[in-house]
């Protein structure tokens, strides 16, 4: 019986070969003599330069320790495609942008047993949280509490239908496909040419019914239209932009740190974390204008992320690590971008989310409009008007448990006591930050016997003269509780819902789920109206342990 071997297989969109497909700054060597490769194949090779790790010098080790990275990277065309055989850690030498994202996922989601599967990797797009969850035994995707509103299904693992069973027996699928197969080299394209008919085919539909919500755009019109709208909203400094790391990160590696470079403008410094301010500060520090950025510039420039035992830890494109959600005129769908590509939700859905939401929008007149440039500013202010009490920054956990706040006012609204949760932003994550500090606030008061007293004790100390404190901390002592989540920004407030973003909409649909329909309590959102006038945009200090040498073409 033939030895299986593990294949990672990458699936080239119709417009690329390996010359277009292949970094520029690729490492690999096409020159490298082979015997067994099926007819048409091309064959790239890495031969790393042996070293001796770091820890032979650390040690005094006094014996020779090399070790060298090594792959390949096979370019197989089959019928009018080219496949992709990875081998080693080689896969980053492609362009982002040449193969099919959803090549793997869709290809195992066909053939996979749906009653078998092992694990799924997952993606929250309004926080940027990636889960990996696992079972020690085959089962389906209800028991991993895949949440198909709000995630996307980056990975997932499982066993094979019998019917695939002469060809693999499990597969992993993700943007690549990782295969263990006893396949041998000369039938490699009678296996491709399967692995093409999987993913045209949708059948996946019958058998995951629920996770088709969030879907691929497929069109390139549509898609340079939102390359178009991305690329204005960048230009602008828009809210709605945000960066983040593209795939799991080992934390395990380097003790836990992790610190940020760019390349691709000029030379650049070490950043703490990912941020969208960080890039614009490499930019504006290179002489590079916002007004000059194109989608290819932003496909050409790399993120690059390190830590204290490697220099380069990983890198992708800035293009694949921005988030953005948006709409384009015409229509009434949402559309998000996300590890560079982008998705449509669902538009059925998506008005769903609009109806269901607005009858929970409220004008908030009892919140005065916010002059202050800080968020915590502007909660002491209205802490300071009759009937208000200023709670940002406190907390009604138990001594030594994490600090939970019951918000950031408090007053009383037909007899209910009122937590009022504000945010200074739009964006998904802070938003989604919001909302379940919301429900957090409400299960501990609700669940945890001392915690309505602590916030009695809370509201004695900081009311104010003239408050009446039996009014206030009436409805406490009943478990009467209101929750209003107050959004300060300049958006007209009469687009109620659509103020939010995408995944802010469905985060928001959650926890009014949670806290109206399962726990009884009254929830509203709204607006309101940032007056505050902001000083110029000026550099800001940066922490820097060391700068980076890493310097290319803009």
């Known amino acids: 019986m033939a030895p299986s071997r593990l294949f990672s297989i990458f699936l080239l969109k119709s417009e690329y070969d390996a010359a277009a497909a292949l970094r520029k700054d690729n490492t690999l060597s096409d020159n490298v003599p082979a015997t067994g490769l099926p007819a048409g194949a091309t064959l790239f090779v890495l031969d790393g330069i042996p070293q001796n790790p770091w820890w032979k010098s650390y040690f005094g080790i006094q014996q020779d320790l090399l070790q060298a990275s090594k792959g390949a990277l096979v370019f197989l065309p089959v019928q009018d495609r080219v496949f992709v055989l990875a081998f080693g850690r080689v896969g980053h030498n492609l362009r982002d942008e040449s193969y099919e994202y959803d090549f793997g996922i869709r290809v195992t989601l066909n053939c996979i047993d749906p009653t078998k599967l092992k694990n799924i990797d997952t993606l929250r797009p309004d926080t940027a949280r990636r889960q990996r969850t696992q079972h020690a035994i085959e089962t389906g995707l209800t028991y991993f509490d895949f949440d198909n509103d709000t995630s996307i299904l980056k990975s997932v693992t499982g066993k094979t239908k019998a019917e695939y069973a002469d060809m693999l027996k499990h597969a992993t699928g993700a943007s690549s496909l990782r295969v263990s197969t006893a396949v041998e080299s000369a039938n490699l394209v009678d296996l491709c040419t399967r692995l093409l008919a999987l993913y045209a085919e949708d059948s996946y539909l019958e058998s995951f019914p629920d996770i088709h919500k969030i879907t691929p755009v497929r069109d390139p019109e549509r898609v340079s239209a939102l390359n178009h709208r991305l690329r204005e909203q960048i230009r602008e400094r828009a809210d709605n932009v945000s960066m983040s790391i593209p795939d799991l990160i080992d934390y395990s590696q380097g003790g836990g740190s992790t610190y940020v470079t760019f390349s691709g403008a000029g030379r650049s410094l070490l950043y703490q974390d990912v941020s969208i301010t960080h890039y614009y500060e490499y930019l504006s520090g290179n002489g590079v204008q916002l007004s000059s950025l194109t989608i290819e510039r932003l496909k050409t420039h790399q993120l690059r992320l390190g830590n204290d035992v490697d220099d380069i830890h990983g890198s992708c494109s800035v293009f694949r690590s921005l988030l953005f959600d948006t709409t384009l005129p015409g229509s009434d769908a949402a559309f998000h ?75 009383v609204i037909d007899h209910r006591a009122a937590l009022v949760h504000v945010k200074f932003s739009t964006t998904s994550s802070q938003l989604s930050h919001l909302f379940n500090q919301g429900t957090n606030s409400v299960e501990l008061l609700k669940s945890e016997e001392g915690a309505p007293e602590r916030l009695i004790a809370l509201l004695t100390e900081k009311h104010k003269e003239g408050d009446d404190i039996d009014a206030l901390t009436e409805p406490v002592r009943a478990g009467n509780y209101t929750v209003v989540f107050a959004i300060i920004t300049w958006r007209d407030p009469n687009n109620r819902s659509l103020n939010l973003p995408l995944f802010s909409r469905i985060s928001l649909a959650r926890t009014v789920k949670v806290l109206h329909r399962l726990m009884n309590v009254p929830v509203s959102f709204g607006f309101v109206k940032d007056a505050s006038v902001r000083a110029p945009a000026r550099p800001k200090p940066r922490k820097v342990r060391k700068s980076s040498t890493a310097e290319g073409a803009a």
Request: proline share 5%; net charge negative; charged share 25%.
């Open 337 to 411: 971008l996300t590890e560079g590509n982008w998705y449509e939700v669902d538009r059925d859905y998506v008005r769903s989310l609009q109806v269901g939401l607005d009858q929970f929008w409220s004008d908030l007149t009892f919140l005065e409009e916010c002059r202050h440039t800080l968020e915590p500013d502007y909660n002491t202010a209205v802490g300071e008007k009759p009937g208000f009490v200023c709670l940002d920054r406190t907390t009604v956990s138990p001594k030594g448990q994490t600090q939970l706040e019951p918000c950031d006012l408090y007053t």
